[in-house]
């Protein structure tokens, strides 16, 4: 029996941002952690990447609570750690500390290894105008995409 694939998207991450740099990470989790990720219940809304002694952690993350936890069962919102190589630590590092730079978590997913890797971008903030042309292009598209479609 094949499991269902486990896609957890940013949806707002493209929308407010630029993603300028993605970087597949892993992630520290505890047992019911990754038993609630395989069954999809996580969300990235409002989360954010922040250094901690040479170290990327990701705040904010919602991971609920596994139904057949026991006492033992996880907090929802806790610091997880990320799991990257020290060169791409330090170019992270490097690029975050420049103004107007984020590091933001964009994509949660099962490694064909039975892994949770998550996929962090570096993010330029986007203007008001930007995010104007950015519904103006969706809308086009769509628009095109109905009329190729008669």
Same mark, same amino acid.
């Given at each position: 029996m094949k499991l269902p694939q486990v896609n957890? #998207?940013?949806k707002r991450a493209s929308f407010d941002y630029e993603l300028l740099d993605t970087y597949q990470a892993g992630i520290v989790l505890t047992g019911t952690e990754i038993k609630s990720i395989r069954l999809g219940k996580a969300s990235l809304v409002d989360t954010f990447c922040f250094f901690n002694n040479g170290e990327l952690?990701? #705040?904010?993350?919602?991971?609920?609570?596994?139904?057949y936890g026991t006492y033992n069962n996880h907090q929802a919102r806790r610091d997880r750690k990320l799991l990257l190589t020290k060169k791409e630590l330090q170019k992270i590092q490097r690029l975050? #500390?420049?103004?107007?730079?984020?590091v933001i978590p964009t994509k949660?997913?099962?490694s064909d290894k039975g892994l949770a890797k998550i996929i962090v971008a570096i993010a330029k903030g986007k203007k008001v105008y930007d995010k104007r042309e950015s519904i103006k292009e969706r809308e086009d598209k769509r628009q095109m995409d109905r009329a190729f479609k008669r």
């Open positions: 957890i #998207k940013n952690w990701v #705040k904010n993350m919602y991971i609920a609570e596994y139904f975050s #500390k420049e103004s107007g730079f984020s949660i997913y099962i």
